[in-house]
């Protein structure tokens, strides 16, 4: 049942909790905090995502933060939720990042509601509490935690939330446009560390890049006409034509700052072939054994350059005409620091027939990866190493995107470096009966206290 006593009595819960020197927020009151944000459906369509920004919102104020501290601005249906733990120099101000809302989840499907956070078996289940409720919800108890102490940071800290990452993006971008000045950003939805099957921690990965997502479309025209009468081109038989060669073409293998460093390591996690050909590669990266070992492999393929790949085709008009038209679209994931058009150039190359129109999405732009400042990899590397000493903090880029994408873009080099620890087993993050281990919760804590505390000052 959805409990939502809301943040006047939660606040009320959270400063009794508090002790008189700092530590990091209560587990108790930050695993309420979750479970109220799970309650909250912020599935598009439904117009949720300004209730949980509200909600958010009156546990910060109940902690001490003034209303000029906090801004909700509508946009659609949803919503983006900026908060400010002013610093006391003009320093450029560090960005926390998470979104609010959450893919669709249909209850039919699942084991229990996936909107009613049920605590079960050592986990919390539900719809968002991996992706990205978990952590947001450690960053507002930690914001809270702050603001209680009378932290005074040197560099003001700004906690963002946006409300459609899980789709169009818009809020991403106002945020990412309006904040481009910051000295960096620190986002909750992305890294984190792997616990083995047997309990134990393998490794923390910190996102310090992602690929860029591009949609490009192939489209061939022809006048038609009647089935009985085929003329010598024919839009679907040139259309897979071109198909076929995009699906056989591979683009150029590359190495930057992250792979180079992150899959040596990762392969001596992984071991065997693939450890192997992972280790030669990041060292000389023209190997083809190497190159070729991990091409076959989807788990690291998209580590070591561009990947496109057809996904959708449609074509024709009628059953015994000939077609006018036919499409499809190319999905690609694109190396960091690689230009959309350069792609796009190079697939007209590669289908080299032009009758075979290649058309960009018009949304479709590219971030680099972020340097590995020594002073994010010092805050991590105590954050982590104070719950598991001596893990192995791997570098790494995704192949899909988050908000830290946009904001990339607009120059803040910005950092996965979530508080969640668990299993390969227990993540299922978009996925049927979602879940998060409640004995998380307290460690995360820690790692986001400790993070801001480094950092700001």
Same mark, same amino acid.
């Given at each position: 049942? #959805?409990?939502?006593?809301?943040?006047?009595?939660?606040?009320?819960?959270? %400063?009794?909790?508090?002790?008189?020197?700092?530590?990091?927020? @209560?587990?108790?009151?930050?695993?309420?905090?979750?479970?109220?944000?799970?309650?909250?459906?912020?599935?598009?369509?439904?117009?949720?995502?300004?209730?949980?920004?509200?909600?958010?919102?009156?546990?910060?104020?109940?902690?001490?933060?003034?209303?000029? !501290?906090?801004?909700?601005?509508?946009?659609?249906?949803?919503?983006?939720?900026?908060?400010?733990?002013?610093?006391?120099?003009?320093?450029?101000?560090?960005?926390?990042?998470?979104?609010?809302?959450?893919v669709e989840a249909d209850p039919k499907d699942w084991t229990r509601?996936?909107?009613?956070?049920?605590? *079960?078996? /050592?986990?919390?289940?539900?719809? /968002?509490? *991996?992706?990205?409720?978990? +952590?947001?919800?450690?960053?507002?108890?930690?914001?809270?935690?702050?603001?209680?102490?009378?932290?005074?940071?040197?560099?003001?800290?700004?906690?963002?939330?946006?409300?459609?990452?899980?789709?169009?993006?818009?809020?991403?971008?106002?945020?990412?446009?309006?904040?481009?000045?910051?000295?960096?950003?620190?986002?909750?939805?992305?890294?984190?560390?792997?616990?083995?099957?047997?309990?134990?921690?393998?490794?923390?990965?910190?996102?310090?890049?992602?690929?860029?997502?591009?949609?490009?479309?192939?489209?061939?025209?022809?006048?038609?006409?009647?089935?009985?009468?085929?003329?010598?081109?024919?839009?679907?038989?040139?259309? $897979? +034509?071109?198909?076929?060669?995009?699906? $056989?073409?591979?683009?150029?293998?590359?190495?930057?700052?992250?792979? #180079?460093? /992150?899959?040596?390591?990762?392969?001596?996690?992984?071991g065997g072939e693939i450890g192997a050909a992972l280790k030669t590669?990041?060292? @000389?990266?023209?190997?083809?054994?190497?190159?070729?070992?991990?091409?076959?492999?989807?788990?690291?393929?998209?580590?070591?350059?561009?990947?496109?790949?057809?996904?959708?085709?449609?074509?024709?008009?009628?059953?015994?005409?000939?077609?006018?038209?036919?499409?499809?679209?190319?999905?690609?994931?694109?190396?960091?620091?690689?230009?959309?058009?350069?792609? #796009?150039?190079?697939?007209?190359? %590669?289908?080299?027939?032009?009758? %075979?129109?290649?058309?960009? @999405?018009?949304?479709?732009?590219?971030?680099?990866?972020?340097?590995?400042?020594? !002073?994010?990899?010092?805050?991590?590397?105590? $954050?982590?190493?104070? #719950?598991?000493?001596?893990?192995?903090?791997?570098?790494?880029?995704?192949?899909?995107?988050? !908000?830290?994408?946009?904001?990339?873009?607009?120059?803040?080099?910005?950092? /996965?470096?979530?508080?969640?620890?668990?299993?390969?087993?227990?993540?299922?993050?978009?996925?049927?009966?979602?879940?998060?281990?409640?004995?998380?919760?307290?460690?995360?804590?820690?790692?986001?206290?400790?993070?801001?505390?480094?950092?700001?000052?």
């Open positions: 049942m #959805r409990n939502l006593s809301l943040p006047l009595a939660l606040a009320a819960a959270l %400063v009794a909790a508090a002790p008189a020197h700092a530590k990091p927020a @209560d587990a108790a009151a930050a695993k309420q905090i979750l479970k109220d944000s799970i309650a909250i459906p912020t599935v598009k369509g439904r117009g949720k995502v300004p209730e949980l920004a509200a909600y958010y919102a009156g546990v910060l104020k109940a902690a001490g933060y003034a209303d000029a !501290d906090i801004e909700i601005t509508p946009m659609g249906e949803t919503a983006t939720l900026a908060v400010t733990l002013r610093g006391t120099t003009d320093k450029k101000p560090i960005l926390l990042l998470g979104h609010m809302d959450v509601d996936p909107f009613l956070p049920v605590e *079960e078996e /050592g986990y919390i289940f539900g719809r /968002g509490s *991996e992706d990205n409720k978990f +952590d947001i919800a450690m960053m507002v108890a930690t914001m809270a935690q702050l603001k209680r102490d009378g932290f005074k940071p040197k560099r003001s800290i700004i906690l963002l939330l946006t409300g459609d990452e899980e789709t169009e993006m818009a809020t991403t971008r106002a945020l990412a446009a309006k904040y481009r000045n910051a000295e960096f950003a620190l986002n909750g939805d992305g890294g984190g560390g792997l616990i083995g099957e047997d309990g134990k921690p393998q490794y923390y990965s910190l996102q310090a890049g992602e690929k860029t997502y591009a949609d490009f479309t192939l489209e061939v025209t022809n006048a038609g006409g009647h089935s009985s009468r085929p003329s010598p081109v024919n839009a679907i038989v040139q259309l $897979a +034509d071109a198909l076929v060669k995009v699906g $056989a073409y591979r683009f150029r293998p590359q190495v930057n700052e992250l792979t #180079r460093i /992150g899959l040596p390591i990762v392969a001596d996690r992984v590669f990041a060292a @000389d990266p023209t190997d083809t054994k190497a190159i070729a070992t991990i091409r076959a492999d989807p788990e690291y393929v998209g580590q070591i350059g561009t990947t496109c790949v057809p996904t959708l085709v449609k074509g024709g008009h009628a059953e015994n005409a000939l077609p006018q038209r036919a499409t499809a679209n190319i999905n690609c994931r694109i190396f960091p620091g690689v230009a959309v058009e350069a792609v #796009r150039s190079e697939l007209e190359r %590669v289908i080299a027939d032009p009758a %075979v129109k290649v058309l960009t @999405d018009p949304d479709a732009s590219a971030s680099d990866a972020s340097p590995l400042r020594a !002073d994010v990899m010092a805050a991590v590397k105590k $954050a982590v190493h104070a #719950r598991a000493p001596g893990l192995p903090i791997i570098p790494s880029m995704s192949a899909g995107a988050t !908000d830290s994408y946009h904001f990339r873009m607009n120059g803040v080099p910005s950092y /996965g470096v979530a508080g969640l620890f668990s299993k390969a087993s227990d993540s299922f993050a978009h996925g049927l009966n979602e879940r998060v281990p409640v004995a998380a919760i307290a460690p995360a804590l820690a790692h986001w206290d400790s993070l801001l505390r480094e950092l700001s000052n």
